[in-house]
Structure formats: structure tokens, C-alpha cells
């Protein structure tokens, strides 16, 4: 199991070339080809993890199981934890075919159940002890277990994410951009059913 710790700012990105010829002058370096990252996140049967998020700024967390380039068989289980003394996330292997689990109708672990699917395309960039992603092409999808009749939506927004060391915090600054409070989950959820 690996465990990270960082700080994360989150960001909109109304001018993707702009970003890019900043990245360029500021010497960020592509350090990945891009790929296609699905996620399936788990919830408890009322969306427990979903509410306490929307009401809680720390002590929170969510859970997903997560695949890269329609790489079924090969799934992870990763855990983002947002406590007091900082964020965290863990990743281990996850033996389940990423199939399964977005059709299973009964728990996928412990008490959790296939609530949505994220799919975007990101692409990585790194200077020093600065990591940035930048996730495109974002769709959200219902599964069956919570609604009956395929949903889709295609987001045409772009975000970008700087993932720090904790050293480094002070540090780093993009004058055109503004951080904003922005979660995949959270976003997918309200967008994909109602009345929760």
C-alpha cells in the first residue's frame, strides 16, 4: 500500500494555451504521455460520503476504484483523506474486474456501492518538486445499481491541479489563476441524480 501526503490547489482553466506558454516559461516538463483515467466511486447506500462532504471541510474522505486507459483487469482502490493534519491518499491493488464492479448490485467493499463513473484524459507536467495535472474531455456516467436508465454528461471545462510537497507550500503561485473548491465526485453526484 502507498500513502502520500500533499497539498492540492485546484484550478479552471478558461485559457488552455495561455496555461501551457506559462508552463513552458515557468520550465514545466511533460512527464507522462496522456491518458484516459476511469473511476468508479463507491458510496454507502444513502450516500453517506457524498453528504459528509458537501458539509464538512476535513474529516472526510472518498473511495474509488480507478483504471487507466480501458485497462479493466488491472484496477486500483485509492482512498483521498482529508483530516485536520492534512491530505492523504492511499492506493493499493484491487483484485475485482473494474466490469464487475460497475455492475454489481450488492457491495463492492465493506458497505460501499458503485455510485458513479468519472472519465477524463490528463496530462502530466513536473518543475522541481511541483506536479501539475491537467484533466480534459470530462464525462460523468450513473451506474445501473443507482439509476436504471444510462446518463452521460460531458463537461467542456478544463481543470488543472498543482500537487505540492507540504515544504513547498508558500511557495508556489500562478497569478492568473484563482484556487477553487472543486471535486469530480461531488460534481458527478449532482449532476447525475436527483433528490439526494
Known amino acids: 500500500m502507498k500513502i502520500e501526503q500533499r497539498v492540492e490547489f485546484k484550478y479552471k482553466v478558461k485559457n488552455i494555451n495561455q496555461l501551457l506558454e506559462t508552463l513552458n516559461v515557468l520550465n514545466f516538463k511533460e512527464i507522462y504521455k496522456k491518458r484516459k483515467i ?5 458510496d454507502t447506500f444513502d450516500f453517506k460520503i457524498f453528504k459528509k462532504g458537501l458539509l464538512d471541510d476535513v474529516d472526510k474522505s ?5 483504471i487507466y486507459d480501458d485497462n479493466k483487469i488491472d484496477c486500483t482502490f485509492e482512498e483521498k483523506l482529508n483530516l485536520r493534519s492534512g491530505k492523504y491518499k492511499t492506493t493499493k491493488k484491487f483484485s475485482k474486474n473494474f466490469t464487475d464492479c460497475i455492475n454489481s448490485k450488492s457491495p463492492i467493499y465493506k458497505n ?9 484524459e490528463r ?3 513536473a518543475q522541481n518538486e ?3 495535472t491537467i484533466d480534459s474531455n470530462i464525462c460523468f456516467k450513473t451506474v445501473e445499481y443507482r439509476s436504471p436508465k444510462p446518463v ?7 481543470i488543472a491541479e498543482f ?22 465526485y461531488e460534481n458527478s453526484i449532482n449532476e447525475l441524480y436527483e433528490k439526494i
Open 112 to 120: 460501499l456501492y458503485p455510485t458513479s463513473i468519472v472519465e477524463y
Open 130 to 132: 511541483f506536479r501539475l
Open 38 to 42: 476511469t473511476s468508479l466511486y463507491i
Open 152 to 158: 452521460l454528461i460531458r463537461k467542456n471545462y478544463i
Open 163 to 184: 500537487k505540492l510537497n507540504k515544504n513547498y507550500f508558500d511557495e508556489f503561485k500562478i497569478n492568473s489563476l484563482q484556487p477553487i473548491k472543486f471535486s469530480k
Open 123 to 125: 496530462t502530466y507536467y
Open 62 to 66: 472518498k473511495t474509488r476504484i480507478r
